[in-house]
């Protein structure tokens, strides 16, 4: 597996091993030993999540105040732009954001972790996105900032006129939203 730190402390580009030839390919999606010997890390996982999103479909920027969840995200169908923002107040990158393109093709998978708002947009006609999570969903818990707060400068792909549950689209900016610490 190779690891490729992102401009955000923490957010790191994950890239399996992926053995192919002419009748398709064989790729090792996760291994413990592999994913804590290769990042330094030392999580463990206790959910994993699977949604299906259509084009145009953004969802985000999600975290949780207790029981943050550090997330290994990645696309198995489709392609989506994919973003981290570091939502500690206390941290000196506060409000810094990190992005990538993650698709079938690329089968690159984003390490988010826990005290990071996590968010994408879908790119293609419909996508399978999959995550790992280390803590589990406590919705009493779940805040959210707004996708294009200003404060932010998320570079979101051009053209963008995305879908939004109401949560999403009625999420509050950056500098008015209950963050930790």
């Not at 999580?43 to 999540?49: C, E, K, R, T």
């Not at 207790?66 to 981290?84: E, I, N, S, T």
């Not at 996105?129 to 805040?143: G, S, V």
């Not at 707060?149 to 963008?160: K, Q, V």
Request: hydrophobic share 40%.
């Amino acid at each position: 597996m190779k690891v490729t730190p992102t401009d955000l402390p923490g957010v790191l580009v994950l890239e399996p091993k992926v053995f192919g030839d002419a009748r398709g390919f064989f790729l090792e999606s996760f291994n413990q030993r592999v994913f804590n010997e290769a990042t330094g890390l030392d999580v463990q996982f206790v959910q994993d999540n699977h949604s299906r999103s259509a084009k145009g479909v953004l969802r985000g920027l999600h975290y949780q105040l207790q029981q943050p969840q550090g997330k290994l995200v990645r696309v198995v169908r489709g392609a989506v732009f994919d973003v981290a923002v570091d939502v500690r107040r206390s941290s000196p990158h506060f409000g810094r954001w990190a992005g990538i393109e993650l698709t079938e093709e690329n089968q690159r998978q984003f390490w988010v972790p826990p005290g990071f708002a996590h968010g994408f947009v879908v790119l293609s006609d419909s996508a399978d996105f999959l995550y790992k999570a280390t803590d589990y969903y406590a919705p009493a818990h779940e805040r959210s900032v707004l996708w294009n707060d200003p404060r932010i400068g998320i570079e979101w792909p051009a053209g963008l006129a995305p879908l939004l549950s109401d949560k999403d689209r009625n999420a509050p900016l950056l500098a008015d939203a209950e963050v930790p610490g």
